[in-house]
């Protein structure tokens, strides 16, 4: 199975919360079967590999260059639960992604959902962790609860032969409990920017040595409701942080943060339609289709300054654009 398509396996993770929280100190509290040696030369044939999943996939998964896990360096026991996962090969975003990614550069992206971009960020922030550090070395913002939980389940799999805490905060939810949890070992944190803002303030989080970041759907979270929040947030970590965006879609405000935020970000643009959302409902520019081998052009009834932003966008992902507007 490539990495963007669900495992068909049963869940593991059998002595955790349902709160995304791992219970256990060793594993993520992941009961496995049998102890593998990770020097074992035989190591691959002795996994608990999942069923394979038959389900049909589509061309944003399968459509790789070949390229493997192992191709990536990447440490054994993650390589175990990458494989334990389900996950045969990694996906177009995963390929293209990983190796950028693990030399800490920042990175921008642009997928279709379901196609493995949580496997894009986790697995490189998963083999960059230093378990022996008892730091916040990786912060994973989402804009809701339910993707929280949904990556940490993730990043609890991959990392269950690998002696890391995880810990999801949310909004809604016991900040005692957040507290009490913070005081043990906690290595990647999985929150919503305005609970870790508020964790950040009051000395609980301390991310000041925290040196990644990404934004998950980060279209929402770059929208007018949670920029101020990441500000913030960003402003109490090293400068020399990695930051990395994953998203559908990217809403014009990007250009500022970027600005603001990112140095000399790989920009990866896997989808043939071109989405940019104005954060005005009357320049919404949805869903034009194109070609690279044609010229096109659109007749923009918006401000110079939108259609500027426009222009740059749809450059810098390589289409053949012209922009022409009236004197507004």
């Given at each position: 199975?490539?990495?963007?398509?669900?495992?068909?396996?049963?869940?593991?993770?059998?002595?955790?919360?349902?709160?995304?929280?791992?219970?256990?100190?060793?594993?993520?509290?992941?009961?496995?079967?049998?102890?593998?040696?990770?020097?074992?030369?035989?190591?691959?044939?002795?996994?608990?590999?999942?069923?394979?999943?038959?389900?049909?996939?589509?061309?944003?998964?399968?459509?790789?260059?070949?390229?493997?896990?192992?191709?990536?360096?990447?440490?054994?026991?993650?390589?175990?639960?990458?494989?334990?996962?389900?996950?045969?090969?990694?996906?177009?975003?995963?390929?293209?992604?990983?190796?950028?990614?693990?030399?800490?550069?920042?990175?921008?992206?642009?997928?279709?959902?379901?196609?493995?971009?949580?496997?894009?960020?986790?697995?490189?922030?998963?083999?960059?962790?230093?378990?022996?550090?008892?730091?916040?070395?990786?912060?994973?913002?989402?804009?809701?609860?339910?993707?929280?939980?949904?990556?940490?389940?993730?990043?609890?799999?991959?990392?269950?032969?690998?002696?890391?805490?995880?810990?999801?905060?949310?909004?809604?939810?016991?900040?005692?409990?957040?507290?009490?949890?913070?005081?043990?070992?906690?290595?990647?944190?999985?929150?919503?920017?305005?609970?870790?803002?508020?964790?950040?303030?009051?000395?609980?989080?301390?991310?000041?040595?925290c040196r990644v970041i990404v934004l998950d759907e980060a279209d929402k979270l770059l929208s007018q409701d949670f920029n101020?929040?990441?500000?913030?947030?960003?402003?109490?970590?090293?400068?020399?942080?990695?930051?990395?965006?994953?998203?559908?879609?990217?809403p014009l405000t990007v250009d500022d943060f970027i600005k603001k935020h990112m140095k000399q970000a790989y920009e990866i643009?896997?989808?043939?339609?071109?989405?940019?959302?104005?954060?005005?409902?009357?320049?919404?520019?949805?869903?034009?289709?194109?070609?690279?081998?044609?010229?096109?052009?659109?007749?923009?009834?918006?401000?110079?300054?939108?259609?500027?932003?426009?222009?740059?966008?749809?450059?810098?992902?390589?289409?053949?654009?012209?922009?022409?507007?009236?004197?507004?």
């Open positions: 199975m490539i990495g963007g398509a669900p495992s068909g396996g049963k869940a593991s993770f059998s002595a955790t919360n349902n709160d995304g929280n791992d219970t256990n100190k060793m594993n993520n509290g992941i009961i496995t079967t049998a102890t593998i040696n990770k020097d074992d030369p035989d190591w691959k044939s002795k996994l608990n590999l999942p069923e394979k999943d038959h389900r049909a996939r589509t061309s944003d998964v399968t459509n790789t260059s070949g390229h493997a896990f192992e191709d990536y360096c990447l440490k054994r026991e993650l390589l175990m639960g990458i494989y334990e996962k389900g996950w045969e090969s990694p996906s177009p975003i995963q390929e293209h992604s990983i190796p950028i990614a693990l030399t800490g550069r920042d990175v921008l992206a642009r997928a279709k959902n379901g196609t493995g971009k949580t496997g894009a960020y986790t697995i490189p922030i998963l083999e960059r962790i230093d378990p022996t550090k008892n730091i916040i070395q990786a912060v994973i913002l989402v804009p809701t609860r339910e993707l929280a939980l949904q990556t940490s389940a993730i990043c609890m799999e991959l990392s269950k032969h690998i002696q890391l805490r995880v810990m999801v905060t949310t909004g809604g939810t016991s900040l005692r409990e957040d507290i009490s949890r913070l005081q043990e070992v906690v290595h990647i944190l999985i929150a919503t920017p305005g609970r870790l803002l508020d964790l950040v303030n009051k000395n609980l989080a301390k991310i000041d040595s101020h929040l990441l500000d913030e947030l960003l402003y109490a970590m090293p400068n020399d942080r990695q930051v990395m965006l994953f998203s559908a879609t990217f643009n896997l989808m043939e339609e071109l989405t940019l959302k104005g954060n005005d409902k009357n320049k919404d520019f949805n869903r034009y289709q194109m070609n690279s081998s044609r010229y096109y052009t659109i007749l923009c009834l918006c401000t110079r300054t939108t259609k500027n932003s426009l222009f740059k966008h749809t450059f810098l992902q390589g289409k053949n654009v012209i922009f022409r507007s009236g004197n507004f």
